[in-house]
């Protein structure tokens, strides 16, 4: 007995005590063959802390004191790299990567220092990337990377600022492409508007994150469908050493991850494979009914990645991520005007998202280049709904019944040749798409059933000249589909043209500028609508195109600090226009709907131009932070012709986030978030009479009315305690401790008496609401590393 009660005690206390040291582990790789560089040293900055590489190229440095660095590396012949924020942990430290530029031979400087802010020949300018640790900390986010996305410079909030639209630089919130590691993900977000994507809720998890990265512009040749911006996430392997993972309890959520090597013969064995795997589950139903809530929004997510490497030159990867969405309504205990026009008004939601992709990546044996080839396939069902009684779910009003499933080909070859980077490629799609719609109001109903191919190509290439001082980039593609009949793939060719030169000889001063052409397919919405007679009305839509011209300086102040200044202009052609509203649809898809299910013509155009200011620096002296100021206008046509400014107008946009690191592993951050007047469309309330609880919305009044500024700003502490075996964090955050009242356009509801009956003749009166609510509200969570 009293052996079991030791040895209890000595397990626990190795649980438990505290352990002031950590590891850190990775590999370096050359950028360009894609092989492991030997030999490469790998230092924390101010420490005595290093190593170098082994054969392949991996690292591992031992009993580092638990607190945040900046890691540095360096290999004879390439440039250096600086890690920024690199938190060190008892437990829980995920393996690092680095990617290793080779310089040309025609320097005469051999000692070269890589920025650290991502910007490549391809994309000088119009870049922002975090890591998985500035998005873990940032106040206000709940771990939710999409939330996080909407700090980063030029994007606009959605109206309430609670969905994660991204609103980029005055352009509409289905301008944006997204992709996992390559393979594309067209929906992100839990209870996400089809035709667009944005959302209340992000999906992918941030344990699976090395970085992710914005491009406004420039983008590459690679990507299909971009207007406004490309939203990449670069996913890192599981631990090749370990078994791991972490629980996680946020504001919504809870969130369980795993990682660890398969397949491993020994544990000196570093494995060939390894798998990350995660499962969350949201309790917002739970503490809505607890509070009293008429809303029940559940949802659940999972996502994986399995990377086996075959040999030195081929690897696979195996991903996927899909979420269950279910959003109904409960009918409160006692009568409230504001709860009861939610009730009747907010749609019931059904939606079930899938991705899974396979990709092969192949490098060439002569270190001059590698090729990728990816198949994927993706599946939105997505049952939208209003009912005269939503609680019974009775008496249909608008019901949107559809699914959309693709499956994506994808093959890009890139090889270096005489200081030329190219890369070639072409996607090849299947798209089907399912749709039963029955809208009452308008007298409609209709079931599409079509399906289709579409296929694009693309070449670009990227050199420098000058003594490595002039960066020039160009690429071209063209894309197709054999559905709609607007455009072809001499209407759709896409060329694009990107500058970078240094002005001064260390790099320190910078002139960036891009401009190209870029396409849009009509969304599977508008394609497979269809009127009264059962006819393709909108088959002739021609994809949507977005010219961009953007230019600026960058100064770099230290090697952790840069200050940028960029002008744009966006030109739209061929946007489509709502016929039954006149009013581009630019200035829809922020809110719980269905984009695009409706007659359009493709003749609309628009404008969005700009200038952007913005200050960021990395991890030094214990501080980080971004501060960006955008000024801009965005204006679209409608069915006369004529521009007006849009939903998104608001021309001034304010972003700051930063933090502080104190002893002892605290850390203390915040953000905040300007955005000006923003217009608004009235609720045409002698309409909506008749089709309530469908409001019809009056766009012949659109620039008419304003709402009031967004000013919303967070706080948030973290602490973190390290102990033997597990290592924990613990936050505590205050979202809006100004106080600011969140604006919003007003809300109406049928005319009742106090006890909750229906006033005759039925009317609609303007309810009160808690939008003015200005109250903080504290949030806390955790984070269980093991």
Not at 596 to 600: H, L
Not at 758 to 775: A, F, R, Y
């Given at each position: 007995?009293?052996?079991?009660?030791?040895s209890?005690f000595?397990?626990?206390?190795?649980?438990?005590?505290s352990?002031?040291?950590?590891s850190?582990?990775?590999?370096i790789i050359?950028s360009?063959?894609?092989?492991p560089l030997?030999?490469?040293?790998?230092?924390?900055?101010?420490?005595?802390?290093g190593?170098?590489?082994?054969?392949?190229g991996?690292?591992?440095?031992e009993?580092?004191p638990t607190?945040?660095?900046?890691m540095?590396?360096?290999?004879?012949g390439?440039?250096s790299?600086?890690?920024y924020?690199?938190?060190?942990?008892?437990?829980?430290?995920?393996?690092?990567l680095f990617?290793l530029?080779?310089?040309?031979?025609?320097?005469?400087?051999?000692v070269?220092i890589?920025?650290?802010?991502?910007?490549?020949?391809?994309?000088?300018?119009?870049?922002q990337?975090?890591?998985a640790v500035?998005?873990e900390?940032?106040p206000?986010?709940?771990?939710?990377?999409?939330k996080?996305?909407?700090s980063m410079?030029g994007?606009?909030?959605?109206?309430g600022?609670f969905?994660n639209?991204?609103i980029?630089?005055?352009?509409?919130?289905?301008?944006?492409?997204?992709y996992?590691d390559g393979i594309?993900i067209?929906?992100?977000?839990?209870?996400?508007?089809?035709?667009?994507?944005?959302?209340?809720?992000?999906?992918?998890n941030v344990?699976?994150i090395?970085?992710?990265?914005?491009?406004?512009?420039?983008?590459?040749?690679?990507y299909?469908?971009?207007?406004?911006?490309?939203?990449a996430f670069e996913?890192?392997?599981?631990?090749?050493?370990n078994f791991?993972?972490?629980?996680r309890l946020?504001a919504s959520?809870?969130?369980?991850?795993?990682?660890?090597?398969?397949?491993?013969?020994n544990?000196d064995?570093?494995?060939k494979?390894?798998?990350?795997?995660?499962?969350?589950?949201s309790?917002l139903q739970?503490l809505f009914?607890?509070?009293?809530l008429?809303?029940?929004p559940?949802?659940?997510?999972y996502?994986?990645?399995i990377?086996h490497?075959?040999?030195?030159?081929?690897s696979?990867?195996?991903?996927g991520?899909?979420?269950?969405?279910?959003?109904s309504?409960?009918?409160?205990?006692?009568?409230?005007e504001?709860?009861?026009?939610t009730?009747?008004?907010?749609?019931?939601?059904?939606q079930?998202t899938?991705?899974v992709?396979?990709?092969?990546?192949?490098?060439y044996?002569?270190?001059?280049?590698?090729?990728?080839?990816?198949?994927s396939?993706n599946?939105?069902?997505n049952?939208?709904?209003?009912?005269?009684d939503?609680t019974?779910?009775?008496?249909?009003i608008?019901?949107?019944d559809?699914y959309?499933?693709?499956t994506?080909?994808?093959?890009?070859?890139?090889?270096f040749?005489?200081?030329w980077?190219?890369?070639?490629?072409?996607?090849?799609?299947?798209s089907?798409?399912?749709?039963?719609?029955?809208f009452v109001?308008?007298?409609?109903?209709y079931?599409t059933?079509?399906n289709?191919?579409?296929?694009g190509?693309?070449?670009k290439?990227?050199?420098?000249f000058l003594?490595?001082?002039l960066?020039?980039?160009?690429?071209?593609?063209?894309?197709?589909d054999s559905?709609?009949?607007g455009?072809?793939?001499?209407?759709?060719?896409?060329?694009?043209v990107a500058?970078s030169?240094?002005?001064t000889?260390n790099?320190q001063?910078?002139?960036?500028?891009s401009?190209?052409?870029?396409?849009k397919?009509?969304?599977?919405?508008?394609?497979?609508f269809?009127n009264?007679?059962?006819a393709?009305i909108n088959?002739q839509?021609?994809?949507?195109?977005?010219?961009?011209?953007?230019a600026g300086i960058?100064?770099?102040?230290?090697?952790?600090?840069?200050?940028?200044?960029?002008?744009?202009v966006?030109?739209y052609?061929?946007y489509?226009?709502s016929?039954?509203?006149g009013?581009?649809?630019?200035?829809?898809?922020g809110g719980?709907e269905?984009l695009?299910?409706?007659?359009?013509d493709?003749k609309g155009?628009?404008?969005?131009?700009g200038?952007e200011?913005?200050?960021q620096q990395?991890?030094s002296k214990?501080?980080y932070?971004?501060?960006?100021?955008?000024?801009?206008?965005?204006e679209?046509?409608g069915a006369?012709?004529?521009?007006?400014?849009?939903?998104?107008?608001s021309?001034?946009?304010?972003s700051f986030?930063?933090g502080?690191?104190?002893?002892?592993?605290?850390?203390?951050?915040?953000?905040?978030?300007?955005?000006?007047?923003n217009?608004?469309?009235?609720?045409?309330?002698?309409?909506?009479t008749?089709?309530?609880?469908?409001?019809?919305?009056?766009y012949d009044r659109?620039?008419?009315?304003?709402?009031?500024s967004?000013?919303?700003a967070?706080?948030r502490?973290?602490?973190?305690?390290?102990?033997?075996?597990l290592?924990?964090?613990?936050?505590?955050?205050?979202?809006?401790?100004?106080a600011?009242?969140?604006?919003?356009?007003?809300?109406y509801?049928?005319n009742?008496?106090?006890a909750?009956s229906?006033?005759?003749?039925?009317?609609?009166?303007?309810?009160?609401?808690?939008?003015?609510?200005?109250?903080p509200?504290p949030t806390?969570?955790?984070?269980l590393?093991?």
């Open positions: 007995m009293i052996k079991k009660l030791t209890t000595l397990l626990m206390s190795g649980i438990l005590f352990q002031n040291s950590g850190l582990s990775g590999r050359d360009q063959s894609q092989l030997e030999g490469a040293t790998v230092i924390l900055v101010g420490t005595t802390f190593v170098v590489t082994d054969q392949e991996y690292f591992n440095i009993d580092i607190q945040s660095y900046n540095e590396v360096s290999y004879l390439f440039e790299q600086t890690l924020n690199v938190i060190v942990k008892s437990v829980g430290n995920i393996p690092l990617k530029d080779e310089i040309s031979q025609n320097l005469d400087e051999v070269l890589q920025s650290p802010f991502k910007t490549t020949s391809e994309t000088p300018l119009s870049t990337t975090f890591s500035e998005i900390t940032y206000g986010g709940n771990n939710d990377i999409t996080v996305v909407q410079p994007i606009s909030p959605s109206i600022g969905r639209d991204i980029i630089r005055g352009g509409a919130p289905n301008e944006t492409v997204y996992l594309e067209p929906n992100i977000n839990h209870f996400s508007t089809q035709g667009s994507a944005g959302g209340p809720v992000g999906m992918v344990s699976f090395r970085e992710v990265t914005l491009s406004s512009s420039s983008f590459g040749a690679e299909d469908n971009p207007l406004s911006g490309v939203l996913q890192r392997e599981g631990d090749v050493n791991g993972g972490n629980f946020g959520e809870t969130a369980l991850t795993l990682e660890g090597p398969l397949f491993r013969k544990k064995q570093v494995a494979t390894t798998f990350l795997f995660s499962l969350r589950r309790y739970f009914e607890l509070i009293g008429p809303i029940r559940d949802y659940w997510d996502q994986w990645k990377k490497e075959i040999d030195a030159y081929n696979l990867t195996f991903l991520i899909g979420s269950v969405d279910d959003f309504v409960k009918a409160p205990d006692e009568f409230d504001e709860q009861q026009a009730l009747e008004q907010v749609p019931i939601i059904d079930r899938t991705t992709g396979l990709s092969w990546k192949r490098n044996k002569n270190g001059k280049g590698f090729m990728n080839t990816v198949i396939t599946r939105l069902e049952v939208f709904a209003r009912y005269e939503n019974s779910k009775t008496g249909t608008f019901e949107n559809s959309e499933w693709e994506k080909l994808r093959f890009q070859a890139t090889q040749t005489d200081n980077k190219w890369s070639v490629g072409f996607n090849l799609q299947n089907a798409y399912q749709n039963n719609t029955r109001y308008y007298d409609l109903a079931n059933d079509i289709f191919a579409k296929y190509l693309f070449v290439a990227s050199s420098s003594n490595e001082r960066d020039f980039s160009w690429g071209i593609r063209t894309d197709e559905f709609s009949s455009s072809n793939l001499l209407n759709n060719i896409s060329p694009r500058i030169y240094a002005l000889e790099n001063w910078k002139f960036n500028a401009v190209g052409r870029y396409f397919i009509p969304t599977y919405t508008i394609l497979g269809q009264k007679g059962g393709f088959q839509a021609a994809y949507t195109k977005s010219d961009h011209l953007v960058e100064y770099n102040l230290t090697p952790a600090s840069r200050f940028t200044v960029e002008g744009f966006k030109n052609a061929n489509p226009i016929v039954i509203d009013v581009s649809l630019a200035n829809k898809g719980f269905v695009g299910n409706e007659e359009i493709a155009e628009g404008q969005s131009k200038i200011i913005l200050f990395k991890l214990n501080f932070g971004v501060f960006a100021y955008t000024y801009f206008s965005s679209f046509s006369d012709g004529i521009l007006r400014p849009s939903v998104w107008d021309r001034h946009l304010i986030s930063g502080y690191k104190f002893k002892r592993n605290w850390e203390m951050s915040a953000r905040w978030r300007f955005a000006g007047k217009p608004y469309v009235p609720v045409d309330v002698e309409l909506s008749d089709s309530y609880p469908e409001l019809i919305l009056d659109l620039g008419e009315l304003k709402l009031n967004f000013n919303l967070d706080i502490i973290d602490k973190k305690w390290n102990f033997k075996s290592s924990f964090n613990f936050y505590f955050e205050v979202q809006n401790f100004l600011q009242p969140n604006p919003t356009p007003p809300e509801g049928l009742r008496n106090m909750g229906i006033i005759i003749p039925k009317d609609l009166k303007e309810i009160s609401t808690t939008e003015g609510n200005s109250s509200l806390f969570g955790f984070v590393y093991f």
